[in-house]
Nanobody
Framework: QVQLVESGGGLVQPGGSLRLSCVAS????????MGWYRQAPGKQRELVAV???????NYADSVQGRFTISRDNAKNTVYLRMNKLKPEDTAVYYC?????????????????WGQGIQVTVSS
């Protein structure tokens, strides 16, 4: 089965930046859509960004213009560069291997999550 490991989270001040990484093992990474999701306390897990095998990107409105998703197929890795961070970006961030599109919504594969990594934005 797939194994996904995130890294790069931590504590940053408002306006700061972080880059998250997610390495996928035991999968056909280059053929899969990759997604980043996040979940804050008391809220549903929500889509942050997705990237297709060909490099097409989609972002949640809340992060559009501030976050950038990218991938390196040779390294089986997907990245999330987060700029101009806000306190409301505070959440646990998860990568997902192979989300699927239903209409206009990207739904995650429920058996293909990373362990989650905390991002805290606070002064």
């Amino acid at each position: 089965q797939v194994q996904l490991v995130e890294s790069g989270g931590g504590l940053v001040q408002p306006g700061g930046s972080l880059r998250l990484s997610c390495v996928a093992s035991g999968s056909e990474f280059s053929m899969k859509v990759m997604g980043w999701y996040r979940q804050a306390p008391g809220k549903q897990r929500e889509l942050v960004a997705v990237i297709t095998p060909g490099g097409t990107k989609n972002y949640a409105d809340s992060v559009q213009g501030r976050f950038t998703i990218s991938r390196d197929n040779a390294k089986n890795t997907v990245y999330l560069r987060m700029n101009k961070l806000k306190p409301e970006d505070t959440a646990v961030y998860y990568c997902n291997l192979g989300p699927v599109k239903y209409g206009s919504t990207w739904s995650p594969r429920h058996d293909a999550w990373g362990q989650g990594i905390q991002v805290t934005v606070s002064s």
